[in-house]
Nanobody, 125 residues
Framework: QVQLVESGGGLVQAGGSLRLSCALS????????MGWYRQAPGKQRELVAS???????NYADAVKGRFTISRDNAKNTVYLQMNSLKPEDTAVYYC???????????????????WGQGTQVTVSS
């Protein structure tokens, strides 16, 4: 069974940097789009950045120029480099991945949308 394991959250002062990682493991799969979302207290979950299989990226306006998403296909891992962090970046950050999984019992490929457990990012002013 495919699992997403996130790491890299923490507490940082405004202007600082953090790097989030999300690794996929388990089963036989291919990865389509990978992305990072965040959810602040009292707010809806929102897209932060995404990266397609071919490498094209998409960013929320609030993070453009400060955050960079990248992926290492050999390691099935997506990263989010966050620079010039602001207090308003404080949230739980979730990794998301659109994955084709081989059903080794019944055969054939099935498409799933997986979420990580979330990692807290807190930016102090």
């Amino acid at each position: 069974q495919v699992q997403l394991v996130e790491s890299g959250g923490g507490l940082v002062q405004a202007g600082g940097s953090l790097r989030l990682s999300c690794a996929l493991s388990g089963g036989v799969f291919t990865i389509n789009t990978m992305g990072w979302y965040r959810q602040a207290p009292g707010k809806q979950r929102e897209l932060v950045a995404s990266i397609a299989g071919g490498g094209s990226t998409n960013y929320a306006d609030a993070v453009k120029g400060r955050f960079t998403i990248s992926r290492d296909n050999a390691k099935n891992t997506v990263y989010l480099q966050m620079n010039s962090l602001k207090p308003e970046d404080t949230a739980v950050y979730y990794c998301n991945s659109d994955v084709n999984v081989l059903d080794q019992t019944a055969g054939g490929w099935r498409r799933f949308d997986y979420w990580g457990q979330g990692t807290q990012v807190t930016v102090s002013s």
